[in-house]
């Protein structure tokens, strides 16, 4: 992944899929590669075309995987809201938090990329949600990020606001508690999922 082979990840992905192999697993495995490249990135080795290429082959590995995280779904459990902050359009590790969510049965409304304050309390509202789900990749958006947390608070919303996220996995920003107002955070889309089965089973 790392090294940009296309051909090989593809290939590789699809006979791991064919295989029946966990999804969690390659995603974490791919995940991994993305963070090799992103490093890369950061010390000047790759410019920000061959970001952009890794992006395209994650993305392509992820059509893949995605209908065998759709499989195990089961009635609806809760309704989630998700999207990425303000100024931030880091979209793959968002998606696969959507699809996982998807997959254990939560109604997933997932409202994009480089989203206002506004526009996530509009749609908690417009489908009533039970949780929302903040992603955030940049360092220069945490800002747009507790902005975000704080309009929702403001809104009097009966919310349950979930941050996730590179800025945070990559530990820059390790602890939830520095969001006044979240209520909860997912290193993974495992924890992500972990953690809303939490919540809605916890509301009366
Ligand atoms: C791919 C990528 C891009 C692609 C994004 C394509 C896309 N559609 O998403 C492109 C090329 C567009 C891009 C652009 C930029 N990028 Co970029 N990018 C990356 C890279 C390599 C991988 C990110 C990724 O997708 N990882 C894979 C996914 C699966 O992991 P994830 O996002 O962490 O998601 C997981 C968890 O975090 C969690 N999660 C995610 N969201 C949520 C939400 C909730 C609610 C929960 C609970 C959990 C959760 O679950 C996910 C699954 O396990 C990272 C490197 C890195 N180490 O992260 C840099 C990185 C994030 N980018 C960086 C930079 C600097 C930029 C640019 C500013 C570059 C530039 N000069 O223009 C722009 C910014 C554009 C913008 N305004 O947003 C820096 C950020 C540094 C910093 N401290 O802020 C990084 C760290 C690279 C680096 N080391 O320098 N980038």
Request: aromatic share 4%.
């Amino acid at each position: 992944m790392a090294d940009l082979n296309e051909e090989v990840v593809l290939k590789t992905i699809a006979e791991r899929v064919k295989n029946g192999e966990s999804s969690s697993g390659v995603l974490e495995e791919l995940r991994g590669g993305m963070e090799i490249l992103g490093q890369r990135f950061a010390d000047g080795e790759y410019s920000l075309a061959e970001l952009m290429m890794g992006a395209e082959i994650f993305r392509e590995c992820m059509d893949m995987i995605e209908p065998s995280l759709e499989k195990n779904g089961v009635s609806t459990r809760g309704r989630v809201v998700i999207g990425t902050v303000k100024g931030d359009v880091h979209d793959l590790g968002k998606n696969i938090v959507a699809a996982m969510l998807r997959g254990s049965g939560f109604e997933v409304h997932d409202i994009g990329v480089d989203k206002p304050p506004e526009q996530f309390v509009e749609k908690i509202r417009e489908v009533d949600a039970d949780i929302v789900g903040l992603s955030c990749l940049l360092t220069s958006t945490l800002g747009s990020m507790r902005k975000t947390v704080s309009v929702i608070r403001e809104s009097g919303l009966d919310i349950k606001i979930m941050i996730g996220g590179g800025v945070f996995s990559r530990g820059i920003e390790s602890t939830v508690t520095r969001i006044e107002g979240a209520d909860g955070f997912g290193k993974d889309a495992v924890e992500a999922v972990n953690l809303a089965k939490e919540w809605v089973t916890a509301t009366p």
